[in-house]
């Protein structure tokens, strides 16, 4: 399939990179295409960034049926442009549309869009230190129809904004409060995939969290409420005397690919990185017996984010006396130099955009 490009006639100044923050700015085009059941994809074209005209019965705004990925284009010391495991992204993508009954993406053609928007919009990847431009493809059902059925008409657009340093006060740790009321998912439900409905729910314990000034929500399994799961928008990881730990993929946990790349590093660095049930109870005797070294956060957006408090209800965890811990530097120094492309890339995970 072709892609049909009609160019900005009216682009944008480009801001700033210390006005950027996240998610604000968008830049001159997006890549947009159609699928219906009996034609398939189709009319797959980059047009001017603009708003979409959608019919008021549209079985997104009624139902939910909605899923979004997010990668970055980052920019090389040599000025070059490259992505961070592209495919992975496009192969969850699909993983969520089949939970959700939307259509399958052709993985190449999908690549092929991604790569072409960006190379379109090359000048906007931004190249001040950590900046980077954010990639979010998403699709959504689209049947002019309030009968509550599977999708015959969907869209699937990719939009693009370029995005400041996540650390503007460096890489500092982070309090997180562990909700025990609210739940994000159940096996079964939707937890592994990324869609929106996800977020929906969760914005209630965010917003409590954010009261009472703690920066993200740590969820727990909904059935037990013991197990710790993931945090906000990122996964999450426990340095326990020398093993690493996060929690097992058990179908409420969005499978991050950064948590897949962290992972991947510490095994070929030689640290035994387990992946099991974690509960509460474990963190608490851990944390009592000085056995709990580190904890941190990590997802495209932040890529690692060092914890230092977890707090639930009255009682405080202090991890590592507050200060981010060898690991957790050495994985941010390793994953950002990689993707940056400051240090060379060994594992095949980088993909440059020409
Ligand atoms: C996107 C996301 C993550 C992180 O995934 P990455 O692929 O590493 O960016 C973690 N948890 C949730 C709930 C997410 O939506």
């Given at each position: 399939m072709e892609i049909k490009i009609t160019k900005n006639p009216n682009?944008?100044?480009k801001t700033?990179?210390?006005?950027?923050?996240?998610?604000?700015?968008?830049?001159?085009?997006m890549f947009i295409m159609e699928y219906d059941h009996d034609n398939g994809w189709h009319d797959a074209r980059i047009v001017p960034f603009g708003n979409l005209s959608v019919h008021p019965a549209s079985t997104v705004f009624h139902y939910g049926a909605e899923i979004f990925e997010g990668l970055k284009a980052y920019r090389t010391p040599s000025g070059a442009i490259?992505?961070?495991?592209?495919?992975?992204?496009?192969?969850?993508?699909?993983?969520?549309?089949?939970?959700?009954?939307?259509?399958?993406?052709?993985?190449?053609?999908?690549?092929?869009?991604?790569?072409?928007?960006?190379?379109?919009?090359?000048?906007?990847?931004?190249?001040?230190?950590?900046?980077?431009?954010?990639?979010?493809?998403?699709?959504?059902?689209?049947?002019?129809?309030?009968?509550?059925?599977?999708?015959?008409?969907?869209?699937?657009?990719?939009?693009?904004?370029?995005?400041?340093?996540?650390?503007?006060?460096?890489?500092?740790?982070v309090s997180i409060m562990i909700e025990t009321?609210?739940?994000?998912?159940?096996?079964?439900?939707?937890?592994?995939?990324?869609?929106?409905?996800?977020?929906?729910?969760?914005f209630r314990a965010g917003k409590k969290a954010e009261e009472k000034g703690y920066s993200q929500v740590l969820w727990l399994d909904g059935v037990e409420r013991k197990y710790i799961e993931e945090v906000g928008?990122?996964?999450v990881m426990f340095k326990v005397g020398d093993e690493i730990v996060t929690p097992a993929?058990?179908?409420?946990?969005l499978p991050g690919i950064t948590r897949k790349s962290c992972i991947e590093l510490l095994r070929d660095r030689?640290?035994?990185?387990?992946?099991?049930?974690?509960?509460?109870?474990?963190?608490?005797?851990?944390?009592?017996?000085?056995?709990?070294?580190?904890?941190?956060?990590c997802g495209t957006a932040a890529v690692v984010s060092p914890i230092g408090h977890l707090v639930i209800g009255d009682e405080i965890f202090t991890i590592n006396n507050n200060e981010i811990g060898a690991v957790t530097q050495e994985l941010y120094d390793t994953l950002t130099g990689i993707q940056w492309g400051r240090l060379e890339d060994k594992y095949g995970w980088i993909y440059p955009v020409k």
């Open positions: 682009p944008s100044p700033p990179a210390d006005k950027l923050g996240f998610g604000k700015v968008f830049t001159d085009h490259q992505l961070f495991r592209p495919l992975e992204n496009i192969r969850r993508m699909n993983n969520s549309a089949e939970r959700m009954c939307l259509p399958q993406l052709d993985e190449e053609f999908a690549l092929k869009a991604l790569e072409t928007l960006v190379s379109l919009e090359k000048d906007w990847v931004p190249s001040e230190p950590n900046t980077s431009l954010y990639l979010r493809p998403f699709m959504f059902g689209n049947d002019a129809f309030l009968g509550v059925h599977t999708v015959n008409n969907c869209t699937f657009l990719i939009i693009a904004s370029p995005v400041g340093s996540y650390y503007k006060e460096g890489l500092n740790p009321e609210d739940v994000r998912a159940v096996r079964g439900g939707t937890g592994y995939a990324k869609c929106g409905g996800n977020y929906g729910a969760s928008a990122m996964n993929l058990t179908g409420s946990i030689g640290y035994k990185v387990s992946e099991r049930l974690f509960s509460v109870d474990e963190l608490r005797e851990a944390c009592a017996s000085g056995a709990l070294k580190e904890a941190w956060g």
